[in-house]
């Protein structure tokens, strides 16, 4: 099984610019989700989808902030326009039967 | 609303210590448990997971966790520490209802072992 791929694993942009964020679940799980990991806010859920359909989005910051999932094994999750305070570590992470497995993690750095 | 609490941010022991990394969580009906291990620089990797059965329950590099309903605590456990054990610890908390299984994460607790 190749497990939730993530890309890109890092990236570094300047204020303003756009971010996408990409997502490759394992296949055959039904439920895809996007956290967000900083020092300061530890894990963050931000948005959850079930079978393709966006399930809770509260934990999306801002409308700068928009994810979707257009098929089964593949999910988007961008930022535009894009600020420091974005910087973290986003993790995509996939599910079946209640156990969710993580990516590997996109490293942003914006400056 | 779910809640999950990890009483220690930061333990330090040394290798060969014993651990017990404390998880209370809040919710009223049945849930799911789980702990995950982050090591420096890495993702989130599934440690071990109790869904029903026998509370205690034995994961992955001699983890174990034990489920006490009436005190609502997963608490995480290893007879003897390694230098590799070195890492971040999260415990989780779903409801085997909600769709999706929607994860609730503690602050998580860093483990340093010295050598």
């Known amino acids: 099984d190749a497990g939730v791929i993530q890309s890109p694993r890092h990236e570094v942009t300047e204020m303003g610019q756009e971010v996408t964020l990409r997502c490759k679940p394992i296949?055959?799980?039904?439920?895809l989700f996007w956290y967000r990991q900083t020092m300061m806010r530890g894990l963050e859920l931000l948005i959850y989808f079930n079978n393709n359909v966006p399930i809770d989005d509260s934990g999306m910051p801002e409308d700068r902030f928009s994810a979707k999932m257009p098929n089964a094994s593949f999910s988007t999750l961008k930022i535009q326009p894009s600020e420091p305070r974005d910087s973290a570590v986003y993790f995509c992470a996939s599910d079946r039967e209640n156990t969710i497995y993580f990516g590997e993690g996109s490293w942003l750095t914006v400056v | 609303a779910q809640s999950v609490s990890q009483h220690n941010h930061h333990v330090i022991l040394s290798e060969a210590a014993s651990l017990e990394l404390g998880c209370n969580y809040s919710y009223g009906g049945t849930v799911n448990l789980f702990w995950y291990v982050q090591y420096p620089g890495q993702h989130l990797q599934l440690l071990l997971k109790?869904?029903?059965?026998?509370?205690l329950v034995k994961g992955i590099k001699g983890f174990e966790a034990e489920f006490i309903k009436s005190k609502f605590s997963f608490n995480l456990r290893k007879p003897s520490v390694q230098w590799s054990d070195t890492a971040e610890y999260f415990c989780a908390v779903n409801s085997p209802y909600n769709q999706g299984g929607k994860l609730i994460f503690g602050q998580g607790t860093e483990l340093s072992v010295k050598p």
């Open positions: 109790y869904f029903s059965g026998d509370p």
């Open positions: 296949s055959g799980h039904n439920s």
